[in-house]
């Protein structure tokens, strides 16, 4: 018996995306009001009759659309803050960043051009 199905993003985008990338999945919440503002958040609203527990079941997100400040990566496995929402999206505008969460407006953020001073 071999069902064991690797896990993919919710997100069809990242799949696509980051095929590379080493990546961690989060379950969906089970609970109703958080459950909700993932699923808004990823803009998977066919999953919103389905509820939350199919969510929970069969659905995952992976760590890229979170902030750092949500989640612990150990050498096990990694853990998710029970309050976090994904904020982190693909959209037209989205630039692929190293480390470095993009501030919550990123617009024409000029900043990551750093030039070095010449005098
Ligand atoms: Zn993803």
Redesign the pocket.
Known sequence: MNAIRKPS???PE??KK?IDVQ?H?FKFPKKQDRWLQWVRA?GRLDLEPRGPEYAHQNCR?????FENKWYKINKVRARLHPDAVPTIFFGPGFQQQDNTAPEQTTQQNEENVVKEKVD
Not at 61 to 65: D, S, T, V, Y
Request: charged share 5%; hydrophobic share 50%; aromatic share 14%.
């Open positions: 993003c919710a997100v990242c799949v980051f990546r999945f990823c997100l992976c760590h890229l659309h």
